[in-house]
Each structure stands twice: as structure tokens, then as C-alpha cells.
């Protein structure tokens, strides 16, 4: 779990490993930005991880995301 209120501008571009207990295979994305109660997330880009920004967040329960190692 990562916990919003610890993230700081340094988090913006940091892989995160997406998991929900429906899902078997991890999903790798790009923290884009935040809110109170979403990490927002590129999970698709069409694998132009250097442009990631410019491509739409997915509202993500940080629950589900862990930083990837």
C-alpha cells in the first residue's frame, strides 16, 4: 500500500506494481499525479514510458499499488 499523504513531487514517474485480489499477474505503471483519495496512474502509453505524462491516469485506490523494487 502506499499512502498518499507521504508522496511528494520527487513520486511523479516512480513505477508502481498494481494488484487487486481478482487479479493474478501484477500490473506495472507510472505514478502520474494524486489526490486525497486517488493515485493516478498510466498503465498504457504504447510503450513511450518517456512521453508517459502526456497519456490519461487511471484513478487508482492506493491500496492496490506498492512501489516497484
Known amino acids: ?3 498518499i499523504a507521504n508522496l511528494t513531487s520527487a513520486d511523479c514517474g516512480r513505477w508502481v506494481r498494481y494488484r487487486d485480489r481478482f487479479e493474478s499477474k501484477p500490473d506495472l505503471g507510472r505514478i502520474k ?4 483519495k486517488f493515485i493516478f496512474v ?6 513511450n514510458w518517456d512521453d508517459f505524462e502526456n497519456y ?6 492506493p491500496s492496490d499499488l506498492e512501489f516497484k523494487k
Open 1 to 3: 500500500m502506499i499512502e
Open 33 to 36: 499525479s494524486w489526490n486525497s
Open 42 to 47: 498510466v498503465y498504457r502509453c504504447a510503450g
Open 56 to 61: 490519461t491516469g487511471v484513478a487508482t485506490d
